[in-house]
């Protein structure tokens, strides 16, 4: 028995009826960041902030991964809407690459070791473009905008309050960054599901992903913690800590979403936060 729902259910056929309703535009940003950024720019707290720089280090290389994953079925592909926001999903996360190297710019300004972590990332990507099948490669991108479309989830939808705690010149990139995750967050997951359609071999991909997620991400925000000088700072950790596993913390708000992926009729749209997208997307880019 096939676990998820196949491609011609009628729930999967409602789910990919949202999904290809999807306008997902590619937007063009050219940020710039002024000097005086503030070291610790999310909530005034280290950890928090140094987490947020980790990810963003690993952003450019692995958006790259992603286009690469998903080009290698962009040929197979025969339904005209999904070919189009295939293209669309290259475009988007070929800028979220350029802007975020911008971004990490200014880290590396201050001092932080980005580079690094960029580095070590784009390795790991390498090797994975040699050792596993194209079929994994999709899949692990399946995962990874499922981790992304749930993140981004938790700042459009949950705490959208949050987004003020980030500092006023870097708020704009994060927003935009995840509403376009929203906008494409089904797009890897219906070309998995009509070309590979692997369901279990998926959710054992998405263990091994969550867990090189949460090392790679971990090992970078404590070499960028240590290199802070802040590792000691107590009140800064509780207070990040709290903030990401408290009672109402971030990882106990996006949990039941990130679970609903091992489910057995699991599509990103089942999480529909169009409207909430909507509201975002007028008050930063005045898009209706
Ligand atoms: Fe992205
Ligand atoms: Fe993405």
Same mark, same amino acid.
């Given at each position: 028995?096939?676990?998820?729902?196949s491609p011609?259910?009628?729930?999967?056929? @409602?789910? %990919?009826?949202?999904?290809?309703?999807?306008?997902i535009s590619v937007r063009s940003m050219d940020f /710039?960041?002024?000097? =005086?950024?503030? =070291? #610790?720019?999310?909530?005034?707290?280290?950890?928090? /902030?140094?987490?947020? /720089?980790?990810?963003?280090?690993?952003?450019?290389?692995?958006e790259r991964q992603f286009i690469h994953s998903v080009r290698h079925y962009q040929n197979k592909i025969e339904?005209?809407?999904?070919? @189009?926001?295939? %293209?669309?999903?290259?475009?988007?996360?070929?800028h979220h690459g350029k802007e975020h190297d911008v971004l990490n710019g200014v880290m590396l300004k201050k001092g932080y070791p980005v580079d690094r972590i960029y580095k070590r990332f784009k390795k790991m990507n390498r090797l994975m473009q040699t050792q596993f099948s194209p079929a994994h490669q999709l899949a692990c991108?399946?995962?990874?905008?499922?981790? /992304?479309?749930?993140?981004?989830?938790?700042?459009?939808?949950?705490?959208?309050?949050d987004l003020a705690l980030f500092n006023v010149h870097l708020r704009k990139i994060w927003v935009w960054h995840a509403i376009e995750e929203t906008e494409h967050k089904a797009v890897a997951f219906d070309v998995y599901q009509s070309l590979v359609n692997r369901p279990y071999f998926l959710r054992l991909v998405m263990l091994e992903t969550t867990l090189s #997620?949460?090392?790679?991400?971990?090992?970078?925000?404590? =070499?960028l913690l240590r290199h802070s000088g802040r590792q000691r700072d107590l009140k800064g950790l509780y207070q990040g800590l709290g903030y990401l596993f408290g009672r109402k913390g971030l990882v106990r708000n996006i949990s039941k979403a990130y679970l609903d992926f091992f489910s057995a009729d699991f599509h990103p749209w089942q999480h529909?936060? $169009?409207?909430?997208? $909507?509201?975002l997307k007028n008050q930063y880019f005045n898009e209706q």
């Open positions: 028995m096939n676990m998820f729902a011609s259910s009628s729930k999967a056929i @409602q789910y %990919r009826q949202v999904s290809a309703s999807i306008d /710039t960041f002024p000097d =005086e950024i503030p =070291e #610790f720019w999310f909530s005034n707290n280290p950890l928090l /902030t140094l987490l947020l /720089t980790a990810l963003s280090s690993a952003f450019p290389d692995g339904d005209p809407i999904l070919l @189009q926001q295939v %293209r669309a999903f290259i475009g988007q996360e070929a991108t399946v995962c990874m905008e499922h981790l /992304t479309a749930i993140l981004s989830d938790y700042f459009i939808s949950t705490a959208p309050e #997620f949460v090392l790679v991400t971990g090992r970078g925000t404590i =070499e529909d936060n $169009r409207n909430m997208m $909507r509201l």
